[in-house]
């Protein structure tokens, strides 16, 4: 099975300033057909997740562009350039390379 | 709109069974993967099951195989998930999720429901 690590576990942020989250996986994400599946999710509070990021860095439809995924092999990051009030919530790691695996999340909050 | 709405979730004693049901609607349901993924109180998110377009190939979490069934009828736009030999550790909010193709399984989960909730308890 696939570890999915996240970092850090609560996130406090001003509004206005960046923010970042790490995720690491047990094993590569590089899948034989050369593509990387590594998606992130934002929770807001009460909600279904939602789907922010695909294949590393591919923003879906309606997300903001202060919303942007990095990263390759095994270490990944989701960034948000200035963080809103309505980013609030828990964003999950996702890796769909092997058998499907979430990290634990991490919260982020407003300070 | 691209919608997913599950229900049949509720209160069960351990050992007894449930079925969930998913009904999908806005998009061609029988072109793509569906998943079950949960979320116990308070905690982060678990793949349950998924199973391919036409229903012939299933893939399980290792803490739910044996014990639950994923289906699809395709003609009713509809998912299922048959719980058996519940468990107080499957107690959790269930959702029902459009999966994309790609990777040994699938690769994403695009589109989700709001979830149907199952508490397992004497």
């Known amino acids: 099975d696939v570890v999915m690590t996240q970092s850090p576990l609560s996130l406090p942020v001003t509004l206005g300033q960046p923010a970042s989250i790490s995720c690491r996986s047990s094993q590569s994400l590089v899948y034989s057909d050369g593509n990387t599946y590594l998606n992130w999710y934002q929770q807001r509070p009460g909600q279904s997740p939602r789907r922010l990021i695909y294949?590393?860095?591919n923003r879906d439809s309606g997300v903001p562009d202060r919303f942007s995924g990095s990263g390759s092999g095994t270490d990944f990051t989701l960034k948000i350039s200035r963080v809103e009030a309505e980013d609030v919530a828990i964003y999950y790691c996702?890796?769909?390379?092997?058998?499907?695996?979430f990290g634990g999340g991490t919260k982020v909050e407003i300070k | 709109d691209v919608q997913l709405l599950e229900s049949g979730g509720g209160l069960v004693q351990p050992g007894g069974s449930l079925r969930l049901s998913c009904a999908a609607s806005?998009?061609?349901?029988?072109?793509?993967?569906m998943s079950w993924v949960r979320q116990a109180p308070g905690k982060g998110l678990e793949w349950v099951s998924t199973l391919t377009t036409g229903g012939e190939t299933t893939f399980y979490a290792d803490s739910v195989k044996g014990r639950f069934i994923i289906s699809r009828d395709n003609s009713m736009n509809t998912l299922y998930l048959q719980m058996n030999s519940l468990r107080a550790e499957d107690t959790a909010l269930y959702y029902c999720?459009?999966?994309?193709?790609?990777?040994?399984?699938?690769?994403?989960?695009?589109?989700w429901g709001q979830g149907t909730t199952v508490t397992v308890s004497s």
């Open positions: 294949k590393v860095s």
């Open positions: 996702m890796q769909g390379t092997h058998w499907p695996s």
């Open positions: 806005g998009f061609t349901f029988g072109a793509y993967p």
């Open positions: 999720a459009r999966s994309t193709f790609g990777g040994d399984i699938v690769s994403s989960m695009d589109v």
